[in-house]
């Protein structure tokens, strides 16, 4: 079973388009983590969820909108995708504050 | 400054060797500290943790702290060519009742065969 998974893989859209990725966790943590990946390799941190619960918002575009249904999912739906979204999209989670991340296998987002 | 800076290298060194990663930080509020590596296409992994000042070894790598320095390195020994990747450092930061990750850019390591 894999700890942390995020679906799609890969996704390839265009210019203006909407669109969401998902991840889920069965590790039981309670807190998950949307980080962005640029091409050089920068992981930035996007938003964090403790128990469902916003707790960390970065400075990110409010096309971006993150979304915790349970305290196992915690998805990202971006609007009006632009060419500067294009970057690989990495779900973490943590045990308990200050305790490693965990990170599901990313998805990679192009857009063209 | 950046909060976390890494030499981006690439770092050569031939098999056999240590690899000697640096990483250093700008707050010295930073709590906790990890290593990960990264290979091309996959999601970064966990590699060592440290939370005090000294040394912690595991198998072939050993993460070294130094608060008063602001620096956090990782040696790796009998460096393989399997160890080629991206290294990444990333700290924990106290922020409003709970912690920030802030990772560094990364090391490019080669170990050549």
């Known amino acids: 079973d894999t700890a942390v998974s995020q679906t799609p893989k890969y996704l390839v859209t265009q210019m203006g388009n909407d669109k969401s990725i998902k991840c889920e966790q069965n590790l039981g943590h309670d807190t998950m983590y949307w980080y962005k990946q640029d091409s050089k390799k920068f992981l930035k941190i996007m938003f964090s969820?403790?128990?469902?619960?916003?707790?960390i918002n970065e400075t990110v575009p409010n096309r971006f909108s993150p979304k915790s249904p349970d305290k196992a999912h915690l998805n990202l739906h971006i609007n009006s995708l632009e060419l500067g979204d294009s970057a690989v999209y990495f779900c973490?989670?943590?045990?308990?504050?200050?305790?490693?991340?965990?990170f599901g296998n990313g998805t990679r987002l192009t857009v063209t | 400054q950046k909060e976390v800076e890494q030499n981006s290298g690439p770092l050569s060194v031939p098999e056999g060797a240590i690899a000697s990663l640096n990483c250093t930080y700008s707050?010295?509020?930073?709590?906790?500290f990890f290593w990960y590596r990264q290979y091309s296409g996959k999601s970064p992994e966990l590699i060592m943790f440290?939370?005090?000042?000294g040394d912690k070894e595991d198998g072939r790598f050993t993460a070294q702290l130094n608060k008063a320095s602001q620096y956090v390195s990782l040696l790796i020994r009998d460096s393989q060519p399997s160890d080629s990747a991206t290294y990444l450092c990333?700290?924990?930061?106290?922020?409003?009742?709970?912690?920030?990750?802030?990772f560094g850019t990364g090391t490019r390591l080669k170990v050549l065969a």
């Open positions: 990333a700290v924990t930061l106290p922020l409003s009742g709970t912690y920030k990750y802030i």
């Open positions: 707050d010295r509020g930073s709590q906790s």
């Open positions: 973490a989670t943590t045990e308990r504050r200050n305790s490693p991340l965990h």
């Open positions: 969820y403790n128990n469902k619960e916003l707790i």
């Open positions: 440290i939370y005090s000042n």
